[in-house]
């Protein structure tokens, strides 16, 4: 390295500090030294020198000519304000700054402050010293009484001062200023062996000695080529009315602060001013090639509607990164801290790069932000804006913690991406799942808690072909509708009131708690997939092959038109679930309830041809209009409260042995359909058409029918395995059965006509009892196995009809006829016959006794059997008008 005055020097005594330095050969050995007086400048310095001895300075080029000069001192400033400019002995420019004041500062004025490509030293040593750029320097004659804290360089131009080359501080480290009104150029200058390093457009503000601050009206710091690399110094500091980049800067803690300005030294207090000059384009205008990189980085943007935009790299790579402007954001190149980023702009922001944090990125504008095609990254995510556009773009979570938008509209459409980090949205299938990988962002942050999220939502999120997928818990609130068409959306907690919830071909899953007051929930196609409980309240509930999955809880679904559950939508719930619409369309669709809760249905009309209705519990159906036909409606305990219901072709089953209970004020249509209970049967209506039908009670308990008018059970079957009763007004059986098992008991009661003909079939296996006012029986069967009872006014039984009491005893109470031509009435035990009239031709009349009484009417027996099992009947118990030939 080479050393000042290598060649020329002698060794000389210094009294002032007792010591030998090397100085020039000019320079005596003994007397006073120049330069002890503080107030003395380098040009009283100069004129006071003897011509021969400047110019060997000039000679031997430790002086520079002012002509040729990059460093010019402003001769008009004080003369304590005027530097000496030397050379090195390697020819680098060497500053011997002022001595500093009672508060540390060096002030040192320049006319011009150009640094070239060698770079300059600032002279703070005292003492001789080694330095980077010009080896080893004599010590500054200025600094007698101690070296500066500050080293203030104020230029007084009309250009700005071009920064090419390094500045080094020799000797003692301290703060660098270089203010210039007139701008800054950096195009590879640095610092060395700086503390702190502050380049400025602002004036500096004085205060008893002190550097207060300073007052920016204009000027621009603009960084170009090779940069600026203050990496070296603690603090870097640009203090500028705009500030440009089209290169790098390193620093370790940097702050940015622009616009018209009057900021205090450590830009702790930021005040505005106002000022007449031009308005710059930009604050801050960071190119492509341009970056900021720093361990923590501060950009501040006071000027009323100047915004900033970045095009290159900004990143605090052991900090946070924290950015205020008054105007608006313009990113397309990456903003990145690897703590926290926090970005707070009055103008709105617009990102189609990246924006990312290591742990917490945080972005408040009263304006927009749009998203377009860019990155918002961070383990937790909030945004606080008017509205929200991130089409195309993502704004992700990578770590566990939670999500908070909060904007009066969100358009969250053509896959852009709200929540989990490189989230697949078709593997969520369930409620909480979470099949998704994070990504990381400059570095390890650390596991740090952090609160809830939300996504609140004043006007309307438009998430029409995006997503949102939460790692962490997130509440959603949209105060006026969720278009989530075509997205996929994922959140803890749901709360939508007023406007429509649109999920066509979309899918929505909530974790928590929601309340949902809609205009229109419109799911067609769609999935959602929700932790219970869950209340919904809409005006109308399209969810035409959709899918709404309720996890647990106590639910309710309430539409004041028509929910439309049809083309195989599905309505699932593993909690209760009570509907209520004023029209339930479910054909071919499916509501299900699981796990042994209620299901609830409150709707006047239920259009449910080939649907499904299942609970796992109790099912109650309370209707003007049910139509179930085609469909399976099924639960352990059935209760159906209906003007109309209409199972036919479908199936209505009792699966456990709790009640099944049908109560229909008018019609009960299960024309070839089933309705199947394992317990208590009460069935109760207007009117019954079981035609080709089947109606069975399995279970032991007793099975009631009730039927005010019409019982039409024509080749249908009614089976119950313990006691049945049945009523009707009219009893049509044609081909039908209608019968007991297990030893129990039937009772059938018609006020009117009992219709038997055909192969018709009223059989018990314990006691049968018949009551109507006329029972027709031709060609059909009247079967008690352990007692008959029969109570007319007319029983026909002709043409094969069988009134039997294949165990027990018969017993026909008739005011009328009893027509039994061709017919038989049989009984193991007693057989009773008691009518007016009694016709048994080519019938036979069987019974271990028989006892006829016709009330003396005539007996027409002609070609029938009237057969006692005893060898000799005893005639006296026959009270009829002749004896009959047997």
């Not at 400048?41 to 300075?57: E, G, K, P, Q, Y």
């Not at 038109?561 to 309505?571: E, V």
């Not at 049967?681 to 079981?690: A, D, R, V």
């Not at 009117?752 to 003909?757: F, H, I, Q, S």
Request: charge should be neutral; aromatic fraction near 2%; glycine fraction near 14%.
């Amino acid at each position: 390295m080479p050393v000042m005055n290598s060649h020329s020097y002698q060794v000389v005594f210094n009294r002032a500090r007792g010591l030998q330095m090397a100085v020039a050969e000019h320079v005596a050995s003994q007397g006073k030294p120049r330069g002890v007086r503080a107030a003395r400048s380098a040009c009283s310095l100069l004129a006071t020198m003897r011509v021969l001895d400047f110019s060997i300075l000039l000679s031997l080029g430790l002086v520079i000519d002012l002509a040729q000069a990059q460093i010019v001192p402003d001769l008009g400033a004080p003369r304590d304000q005027q530097s000496t400019v030397l050379n090195a002995a390697n020819g680098v420019p060497l500053i011997n700054i002022q001595a500093p004041n009672a508060g540390g500062v060096s002030r040192n004025t320049y006319k011009q402050f150009d640094v070239g490509h060698r770079g300059v030293i600032l002279n703070n040593a005292s003492a001789h010293t080694q330095t980077q750029l010009g080896g080893w320097v004599q010590g500054n004659p200025w600094l007698v009484n101690g070296t500066a804290r500050v080293i203030l360089n104020e230029i007084n131009a009309s250009h700005p001062s071009q920064l090419r080359g390094y500045m080094e501080v020799a000797g003692e480290r301290a703060h660098v200023v270089v203010a210039n009104p007139a701008g800054i150029s950096c195009d590879g200058c640095g610092f060395i062996n700086a503390n702190r390093v502050t380049l400025t457009t602002g004036a500096p503000i004085m205060n008893g000695g002190n550097l207060d601050g300073y007052r920016v009206q204009q000027g621009a710091v603009t960084i170009t080529g090779g940069g600026l690399d203050a990496s070296r110094a603690d603090y870097t500091d640009i203090i500028a009315r705009s500030v440009r980049l089209n290169a790098g800067l390193w620093a370790q803690q940097l702050r940015v602060t622009t616009g018209a300005n009057q900021v205090s030294a450590s830009q702790s207090v930021v005040d505005p001013i106002a000022t007449d000059s031009n308005v710059p384009a930009f604050a801050l205008d960071v190119g492509q090639l341009g970056g900021m990189y720093a361990q923590k980085i501060v950009l501040l943007g006071t000027e009323h509607g100047v915004g900033m935009r970045n095009a290159g790299q900004i990143g605090a790579s052991a900090g946070e990164l924290v950015v205020t402007a008054d105007g608006r954001l313009e990113n397309s190149g990456a903003l990145q801290a690897s703590t926290d980023t926090r970005l707070n702009v009055g103008g709105g922001v617009a990102n189609s790069g990246t924006i990312s944090a290591g742990r917490e990125l945080v972005l408040d504008t009263p304006k927009d932000l749009d998203n377009r095609g860019g990155t918002l990254n961070a383990m937790r995510l909030e945004v606080n804006a008017d509205s929200v556009t991130n089409r195309g773009g993502a704004m992700e979570q990578t770590g566990a913690q939670d999500l908070v938008v909060r904007a009066a509209q969100v358009h969250n459409r053509e896959d852009g991406r709200i929540g989990q980090a490189g989230a697949d949205a078709d593997a969520a299938t369930t409620p909480g799942h979470d099949g998704l990988s994070g990504m990381n962002v400059l570095g390890d942050s650390g596991a740090v808690p952090l609160v809830a999220g939300a996504l609140n939502v004043t006007h309307i999120l438009d998430n029409d072909g995006g997503r949102v997928m939460a790692k962490g818990a997130i509440d959603l609130t949209a105060h006026a509708g969720l278009d989530n068409e075509g997205g996929h959306l994922g959140v803890r907690d749901l709360n939508v009131k007023g406007g429509d919830l649109v999920n066509r071909l979309g899918a929505l899953y909530v974790t928590g708690s929601h309340q949902l007051q809609l205009g229109a929930l419109q799911n067609e196609t769609g999935q959602m997939q929700l932790a219970g409980p869950l209340t919904l309240n809409a005006q109308s509930f399209d969810n035409r092959a959709g899918q709404l999955v309720v996890a647990g809880g106590d639910n309710r679904l309430e539409a004041k038109n028509a929910l439309d559950n049809s083309r195989g939508g599905q309505i699932v719930s593993d909690g209760a679930l009570h509907i209520r619409a004023n029209t339930l369309k479910n054909a071919q669709g499916r509501v299900q309830q699981a796990c042994g809760g209620h299901l609830q249905i409150e709707v006047p009309q239920l259009e449910g041809v080939g649907g499904t209705l299942v609970s796992d519990g109790v099912l109650t159906l309370i209707s003007n209009r049910a139509d179930l036909r085609g469909g399976l409606t099924q639960a352990k305990q059935i209760h159906v409260d209906t003007d109309t219901l209409i199972t036919a072709e479908g199936m209505l089953h009792g699966s456990g042995a709790g009640m099944l209970e049908l109560k229909v004020r008018d019609v009960l249509d299960n024309a070839h359909g089933a309705i199947h209970g394992n317990g208590a049967m009460t069935l109760q209506t207007q009117q019954l058409i079981n035609e080709r039908g089947r109606i069975s009670a399995a279970g032991t308990h007793d099975t009631q029918v009730d039927i005010a008018d019409q019982l039409n059970n024509t080749n249908g079957q009614l089976v119950a395995a313990g006691n049945a009763t049945v009523k009707a007004r009219d009893l049509r059986n044609q081909g039908g059965m209608i019968r007991t098992k297990g030893r129990s008991n039937l009772d059938v009661s018609v006020g009117g006509t009992l219709d038997n003909r055909a192969q018709g079939t009223l059989a018990a296996d314990g006691a049968l009892s018949v009551t109507a006012s006329t029972v027709d029986n031709r060609r059909g069967k009247l079967i008690g196995v352990h007692g008959l009872r029969v109570t007319s006014t007319t029983l026909d039984n002709r043409e094969d009809g069988l009134v039997s009491a294949t165990e027990s005893h018969l017993k026909v109470d008739s005011q009328g006829h009893i027509h039994n031509a061709g017919g038989t009435l049989q009984a193991a035990g007693e057989l009773s016959l008691d009518s007016t009239d009694l016709d048994n031709t080519d019938g036979a009349i069987r019974g271990s006794q028989v006892k006829l009484d016709t009330r003396q009417a005539a007996l027409n027996n002609t070609g029938g059997t009237l057969m006692s099992h005893r060898r000799s009947p005893r005639r006296e118990q026959w009270r009829t008008g002749i004896t009959p030939a047997g």
